[in-house]
C-alpha cells in the first residue's frame, strides 16, 4: 500500500471515531470548502461549547516544527473566523501522528496547547484518543445501537 492510501485510510479511520461521537464532526472537504485558508485542519469535531481541531499524518518521519506551525497557524485562524458565531468556545489542537513531534515541534505545540497522539498502529492512536476525549472532554463513543462503547 503506497503512502498516500495509508494516510487516506488513517483518516478515515479517525473520522469513524469521530462519528461516533454525539458530537458535530466535519471532513477537510467541509472545512475548505467553507474556509479557503484552512489548509492544515483533517477534522473538526464540535462538542458542547469545545471545538477539537485535528490533524492526521501517517509518515515515517517525525513532524517537525513546520508541520506543528502550519497546524497552529490554522487552528489560529479557524478560532479568528469563527470568533462571531461560536462564542465562548474552547478550542483544541490535536494532531494525531505515527511518530512523536520532534524536540522543538513539541515546545511550540505546548505553547499553544496542541497535543499530540502519537502511536506505531491505527489501533494504539484509537486507545490513546478514546481516552483523550473521555478524560478531557466527557466524550463518549456510541455504537449501533446507542450504547456507550466503554475502553
Request: charged residues 25%.
Amino acid at each position: 500500500m503506497i503512502y498516500s492510501n495509508i494516510g487516506f485510510n488513517f483518516e478515515n479511520f479517525i473520522y469513524q471515531i469521530l462519528i461516533s461521537t454525539k458530537g458535530e464532526p466535519y471532513k477537510e472537504k467541509d472545512i475548505r470548502k467553507k474556509f479557503k485558508n484552512i489548509t492544515a485542519i483533517d477534522h473538526i469535531l464540535i462538542y458542547n461549547n469545545n471545538i477539537l481541531c485535528f490533524q492526521e499524518k501517517w509518515k515515517e518521519s517525525k513532524p517537525n516544527i513546520e508541520d506543528i506551525h502550519h497546524f497552529i497557524s490554522c487552528v489560529e485562524q479557524l478560532k479568528i473566523n469563527l470568533k462571531d458565531i461560536f462564542l465562548n468556545y474552547n478550542y483544541y489542537g490535536i494532531y494525531l501522528s505515527k511518530k512523536k513531534l520532534t524536540y522543538n515541534a513539541q515546545i511550540s505545540a505546548n505553547n499553544y496547547n496542541i497535543i499530540n497522539i502519537y502511536d506505531e498502529t491505527f489501533e494504539g492512536i484509537k486507545k490513546i484518543l478514546i481516552d483523550y476525549l473521555y478524560d478531557h472532554h466527557n466524550i463518549y463513543l456510541y455504537d449501533k445501537d446507542n450504547d456507550i462503547l466503554m475502553r
